[in-house]
């Protein structure tokens, strides 16, 4: 039974733990070389400030991450994201605390319950440890595809508006997020920001939810008219 096994890896794990604490505890530290006066570290140079050259005309440079990141709906979606983890997460951990309570009962009750009967529980908590995983699995699929579709959704606010700004700005090409050093000048990515935020701040998303079969599918609910 893995569970048991898992028990009792653990127990040999904190005895070799706890023999190893005794033995440094009766074993003399070693006497430490002399040491040199310590020397105060030295402070780091300061970075020069960047100069640029003048601004390209017709080039404009653009980072849709910065965009995304800066932007307000940018941060509702980071903050609901983290929303969801923490409630997938409290679904997860009761669930796992459970199993590994039924475990530890189990490995206790071996010394006084019937075997087959034992044997019958351990072989119930471990189908039921492996739907666990299964279920882990599929939260974590489903987060990512919630994180997705909503960055997706923010996309597709923010494109126009980069486009609009790319005009607006008479610009010939733009650089995007490879871009390392640009003269501040010839970022519309502000400009962006500012007019992503005016369009949207917020928008209602939920979890998406890979176990429900979709319509029409074997077990799925019949169709209301």
């Known amino acids: 039974m893995p569970f048991n096994k898992t028990l009792a890896v653990a127990a040999g794990a904190?005895?070799?733990l706890a023999f190893a604490s005794a033995v440094a505890a009766q074993t003399p530290p070693a006497r430490p070389a002399a040491a040199a006066p310590a020397r105060p570290a030295a402070a780091a140079p300061a970075m020069p400030p960047v100069r640029h050259?003048?601004?390209?005309?017709?080039v404009c440079?653009?980072?849709g991450e910065q965009a995304i990141q800066d932007s307000e709906v940018g941060k509702y979606v980071t903050a609901r994201i983290k929303q969801?983890?923490?409630e997938v997460n409290a679904e997860l951990q009761a669930e796992d605390l459970a199993i590994k309570n039924e475990a530890k009962?189990?490995?206790a009750a071996r010394a006084t319950a019937q075997t087959d009967a034992l044997e019958a529980r351990a072989a119930a908590l471990q189908a039921r440890f492996n739907a666990y995983k299964r279920k882990q699995q599929l939260r974590e699929a489903e987060v990512e595809q919630t994180r997705r579709k909503a960055l997706m959704r923010v996309l597709q606010e923010l494109d126009?508006?980069?486009v609009g700004v790319y005009q607006a700005r008479n610009c010939s090409i733009l650089l995007g997020d490879g871009v390392l050093l640009g003269n501040p000048a010839m970022d519309i990515t502000p400009q962006v920001i500012t007019g992503l935020?005016?369009?949207i701040?917020?928008?209602a998303f939920n979890r998406e939810r890979l176990d429900t079969p979709a319509p029409g599918a074997p077990g799925a609910p019949p169709r209301t008219n």
């Open 14 to 16: 904190a005895a070799v």
């Open 105 to 107: 009962a189990i490995d």
């Open 61 to 63: 440079t653009y980072s």
């Open 84 to 86: 969801i983890v923490t």
């Open 160 to 162: 126009p508006i980069a």
């Open 197 to 199: 935020n005016a369009k």
């Open 201 to 203: 701040k917020s928008f």
């Open 53 to 58: 050259g003048p601004a390209l005309p017709g």
